[in-house]
């Protein structure tokens, strides 16, 4: 359990090393894994229950990444839980590398599904939900989506199964950030109220800035309360969150930094966690004073 400083420390981490893995492969996914750093800090250093010394534990929760090509933000998550060696995330997209462009359960220990086409993760989630609720497990299952998949009938299946089985259980999060790989989601396919189509489908919806780790940690403990219902989690972000020139820009989608990119981009991250620093400094001296 970590306090909000420490999460957003952490999602500070994540971006640069996001930024550190893409220069090197040449190629990958940018803004997605930016935008998406705090909510997995949120789930990897607070939420989730797992042991990453033994990655088939029996009673962790399971996360399923639907999205699978911001998979470089669940890779620094996993090694910065201890999964394997944080030296390994350079080996990202590379010829034998366990780090593939898209997750795969057979090269990478702690992997709960195999992701590439989009539309899937949602329906697998559903499915590891509703085996646990046969099999009386009381572990909790994670996925996270984009919105962009959301234009994929197979999602509004797994939404409507998830409603019908009353699957408590599961707890989506969905990356509204609005773009997609061609432009903005409303231009391209309109999804309007996520919210409210959720809701409409028998689930309950709670919509939160996606940046914001006090709401996401009230959101979380909310859909642990929520029974008789799945939740969705509708997370606003900004894509390419915490580099200013890549923030809300959609060319950055798919498309990974060269080196002088990647350097000011690293430049901006350090300068952010300098202030951050600064903060828990001055919080652990108020903290000290008011003790004294």
Known sequence: MKGTTELALMANTLRQDIIRMLL???????????????????????????????????????????????????????????????????????????LQGHPSMAKLPGIENSSGPLGEGLAIACGMALAARMNGEKHRVYCATSDGEHQEGSTWEAVMLASKY??????????????????????????????EKYRAFGWHAITVDGHDIGALLHAFSEAKK?????TMIIAITVPG?????????????????N???????LAELEAERAKLEASKAEQAHTSKEAKA
Not at 226 to 230: Q, V
Not at 259 to 265: N, S, V
């Open 226 to 230: 929520t029974k008789s219902k799945p």
């Open 24 to 98: 090197p492969a040449a190629s990958g996914h940018t803004a997605g894994p930016l935008g998406m750093a705090d909510v997995f800090s949120v789930l990897f250093f607070n939420e989730m229950k797992f042991d990453s010394k033994k990655p088939d534990w029996k009673e962790r929760d399971r996360f399923v990444l639907s999205n699978g090509h911001i998979c470089p933000v669940l890779y620094s998550a996993m090694a910065r839980a201890g999964y394997f060696p944080v030296e390994e995330l350079m080996t990202l997209r590379k010829l034998g590398s366990r």
């Open 241 to 257: 969150k915490g580099v200013s020139f890549m923030e809300k820009d959609y060319k950055w989608h798919g498309k990974p930094p």
């Open 259 to 265: 080196a002088e990119e990647a350097a000011r981009a």
């Open 166 to 195: 009353k699957l408590d259980n599961l707890v989506a999060v969905c990356d509204r950030n609005y773009i997609q790989i061609d432009g903005n989601t409303e231009e391209i396919m309109p999804l309007a109220d996520m919210a």
